[in-house]
T-cell receptor, first 114, second 115 residues
Framework: AQSVSQHNHHVILSEAASLELGCNYS??????LFWYVQYPGQHLQLLLK??????LVKGIKGFEAEFIKSKFSFNLRKPSVQWSDTAEYFC????????????FGTGTLLAVQP | NAGVTQTPKFQVLKTGQSMTLQCAQD?????MSWYRQDPGMGLRLIHY???????DQGEVPNGYNVSRSTTEDFPLRLLSAAPSQTSVYFC??????????????FGPGTRLTVL
């Protein structure tokens, strides 16, 4: 079955530390990949997405992600986190053009300490 | 544009009660979906629709009904609420016209507690 997995469930960092959150997807043909963020008490917002082309995708707020097909990975990175990045981060994918059927990972809760 | 709106924001039900969660979008999106979010499980697709009059089941459809009579609205009905349906429910919409770049836009969510 198609799936998206996130192995880091809870990450605690100090401000200015670098961030990398792991995301792996299962094989299933054409895949589109997304990272969403959910700030406390708010709804999901799109950070970035990958459909095709350059495997290094830049998103909002200084985030980027790299699509590595050989590793089935789409890790999220940020060189220097801020306290305001404290949130839950979800990796998600759609398969075979089913763009309205997102498959989500279980999420990573990031806490940034000032 | 208001985007995707959901009502109510919070709801408490007793086991066996029924209710409808409302979702509306003003972006003229063809696709709409309902997800539930549970701790440690991410978001899971309940039902989705690719246009007015067309709906289909997602990963966890049991206990929920949907209909899509207009492009704008996609209500989710709980027929007989159970404690296992305690969750946060998100509605989302997107458009296949943005082929290759389409993105789902999410509503603010409804937090439902079933006692």
């Amino acid at each position: 079955a198609q799936s998206v997995s996130q192995h880091n469930h809870h990450v605690i960092l100090s401000e200015a530390a670098s961030l990398e959150l792991g995301c792996n997807y299962s094989y299933g043909g054409t895949v589109n990949l997304f990272w969403y963020v959910q700030y406390p008490g708010q709804h999901l917002q799109l950070l970035l997405k990958y459909f095709s082309g350059d495997p290094l995708v830049k998103g909002i707020k200084g985030f980027e992600a790299e699509f590595i097909k050989s590793k089935f990975s789409f890790n999220l990175r940020k060189p220097s986190v801020q306290w305001s990045d404290t949130a839950e981060y979800f990796c998600a994918g759609t398969y075979g053009g089913a763009t309205n059927k997102l498959i989500f990972g279980t999420g990573t809760l990031l806490a940034v300490q000032p | 544009n208001a985007g995707v709106t959901q009502t109510p924001k919070f709801q408490v039900l007793k086991t066996g009660q029924s209710m409808t969660l409302q979702c509306a979008q003003d972006m003229n999106h063809e696709y709409m979906s309902w997800y539930r979010q549970d701790p440690g499980m991410g978001l899971r697709l309940i039902h989705y629709s690719v246009g007015a009059g067309i709906t289909d089941q997602g990963e966890v459809p049991n206990g929920y009904n949907v209909s899509r009579s207009t492009t704008e609205d996609f209500p989710l009905r709980l027929l007989s609420a159970a404690p296992s349906q305690t969750s946060v429910y998100f509605c989302a919409s997107s458009s296949p016209r943005d082929r290759g770049t389409d993105t789902q836009y999410f509503g603010p969510g409804t937090r439902l507690t079933v006692l």
